[in-house]
């Protein structure tokens, strides 16, 4: 059985930092891209950046609005992805998700096959 279990949110103010971890079991953690997703009330999930293991080096891949904010890094080890997220923004606020799929780094939420529960982030004064 599959499992994601994301931890690490909460409330941090505008500018500050949180680091989410997704923690994996039940499947060969280094084949498959690693996601992070976020849903805000009223919208629809939309991808924040993913991670891939090529075997030989790693990839990653952001969204737009958090390049330069937000780092991904992942552990086959440990079985664990980790987003570190800085400079936050009000507009960062959400329940963010990871994910697993099978093939590359995607940024369509249907293209992963597992998810995580979610965690919740506010960023607010």
């Known amino acids: 059985q599959v499992q994601l279990v994301e931890s690490g949110g909460g409330l941090v103010q505008p500018g500050g930092s949180l680091r989410l971890s997704c923690a994996a079991s039940?499947?060969?953690?280094?084949?498959?891209?690693m996601g992070w997703f976020r849903q805000a009330p009223g919208k629809e999930r939309e991808f924040v950046g993913g991670?891939?293991?090529?075997?030989?080096?790693?990839?990653?891949y952001y969204a737009d609005f958090v390049k330069g904010r937000f780092t991904i890094s992942r552990d086959n080890v440990k079985n664990t992805v980790v987003l570190q997220m800085n400079s936050l923004k009000p507009e960062d606020t959400a329940v963010y998700y990871c994910?697993?799929?099978?093939?590359?780094?995607?940024?369509?939420?249907?293209?992963?096959?597992?998810w995580g529960q979610g965690t919740q982030v506010t960023v607010s004064s």
């Open positions: 994910a697993a799929g099978p093939g590359l780094i995607e940024n369509r939420p249907a293209s992963y096959e597992y």
């Open positions: 039940g499947l060969l953690f280094s084949n498959y891209a």
């Open positions: 991670i891939k293991w090529t075997g030989v080096r790693v990839r990653t």
